[in-house]
């Protein structure tokens, strides 16, 4: 069986996109992706190491497969599990919400007993508020903005990975 979970949402391609870069970066012989449309409780449940993935929408509303997937959340026990969570946002259109679906989904798998790990500074963004905040120097995960800082979504991402891949005792 493969080792990481890379769960995600997407409705513009930006989120499943983003979720491919980081199978590629971590090993397709070590990570497996999953649509959170066609996913069922067991399949998170089979992982010790999960990376979820949530694009925010609007007003800081989780994307619609997301919200569906919610109430099945929120049922999982997520203890002796390390959880990695990265979001898609509008840092300008949504300066007010930007990535506020990762806060959500991270209140939840913290409030069921997740090992959080993988925090991203804020520096190099430009927004008003964000539920996705640590503190007012760290997000609770990889952040990227495909609307407005395309260009730095890769290497963002590359760093990233090597940042919390040693968290996930592959060995």
């Given at each position: 069986m493969k080792k990481i979970g890379i769960f995600f949402g997407s409705d513009t391609g930006n989120t499943e996109?983003?979720?491919?870069?980081?199978?590629?970066?971590?090993?397709?012989?070590?990570?497996?992706?999953?649509?959170?449309?066609?996913?069922?409780?067991?399949?998170?449940?089979?992982?010790?190491?999960?990376?979820?993935g949530v694009p925010t929408w609007y007003y800081g509303e989780v994307q619609c497969d997301w919200d569906d997937f919610l109430p099945t959340l929120k049922k999982i026990n997520f203890a002796n599990k390390t959880v990695a969570l990265f979001g898609c946002g509008d840092q300008?259109?949504?300066?007010?919400?930007?990535?506020?679906?990762?806060?959500?989904?991270?209140?939840?798998?913290k409030k069921n007993r997740a090992n959080i790990i993988g925090k991203w500074p804020t520096k190099e963004y430009f927004f008003e508020q964000s539920k996705a905040l640590l503190n007012p120097e760290y997000f609770f995960g990889l952040i990227l903005d495909e609307d407005r800082q395309p260009e730095k979504t890769e290497q963002r991402i590359k760093?990233?990975?090597?940042?919390?891949?040693?968290?996930?005792?592959?060995?």
């Open positions: 996109k983003i979720a491919k870069l980081l199978q590629k970066y971590i090993g397709n012989n070590i990570s497996i992706l999953y649509d959170i449309s066609n996913t069922v409780q067991k399949d998170i449940e089979d992982f010790n190491f999960l990376i979820l300008e259109d949504y300066s007010e919400y930007f990535c506020d679906a990762v806060g959500v989904i991270h209140d939840i798998v760093k990233w990975v090597k940042k919390i891949i040693p968290h996930f005792n592959l060995n």
